[in-house]
């Protein structure tokens, strides 16, 4: 067995509906990618395409999900890819999921050459870096997951523009004292921005957002009511177990 597989561990999301390998040191799945999943939505028939999937874990729980809806998986890392490859085969949505290793930033010409066109995607979903980089993680997967130049965020969601079709829809987490970046980046080219704050705790301010845009949408901006993943004595909240656990979606998924 390669070493990088000997150093990854199996752990299942979901409330075990998936299982994933990923690294032991590193970045590490949390509930980023599973509210991320659960804010996208999607039917059969359509494209999704995860940018900086990592192993998977947001892509596959979005898969597990929406039945009959084909997903790409895009991630930089060969290691990450290879292993986010070997999760839709072990969870069964090999024939649905597939992999291409690249760079968001990569030129259009490499996004067309692995048959993501523009216009190719239905629905993009991504969980861009999000940290400035001041003081860099010695682990190289971390900085990569965590750690993003002040144009990134701009970058990832031209990115998207370009792959998604016609009032097509991108979905994001970040985080909640950057969202006027983000809102910032939606602007050119994109409208109908919903915005879910994600709490830690009941009165404590949110600590994510998650946002959904349409591809050249004129409808006005919404605030949705926060979703809170704890009670005051620290308990996963009802609604944060049907959604992390289960099958519940948010308010985002909805058309």
Sequence with gaps: MPA???????????????????????????HDAILLA?????????HAVDLG???????????????GLAVTLLEIDPALAALAGDNAARNGLGARVRVVCLDVEAPKRAF????????????????????????????????LA????????????????????PRGVVTLIWRADGLDAVLAALAEGFG???????????GA????VLLRAGKASRAPLSLLPGFTLADAAGRPTAEAEAV????????????
């Design 53 to 67: 999937a990592g192993v998977g874990a947001a892509g596959l729980a979005l898969a597990r999900r929406v039945e």
């Design 192 to 202: 109908g921005i919903a915005v879910l704050p994600v709490h830690p705790r009941p």
């Design 146 to 165: 965590h750690v993003g130049a002040r144009e990134t965020l701009g970058l990832w969601v031209g990115a998207a523009a370009r792959l998604l079709r």
């Design 38 to 46: 659960a804010a996208t939505g999607g039917h059969a028939g359509e």
């Design 244 to 255: 992390l656990r289960g099958n519940a979606v948010l308010p985002l998924a909805g058309d």
């Design 112 to 143: 067309a050459a692995q048959g993501l066109a523009a216009g190719a995607a239905d629905r993009v979903l991504m969980n861009p870096p999000f940290n400035a980089p001041g003081h860099p993680s010695p682990d190289r997967r971390r900085r």
């Design 4 to 30: 990088e597989r000997a150093g990854a561990s199996e752990d299942a999301v979901l409330g075990g509906k998936l299982v994933l390998r990923q690294p032991r040191g590193g970045h590490r799945v949390g």
């Design 205 to 208: 301010p949110a600590i994510r």
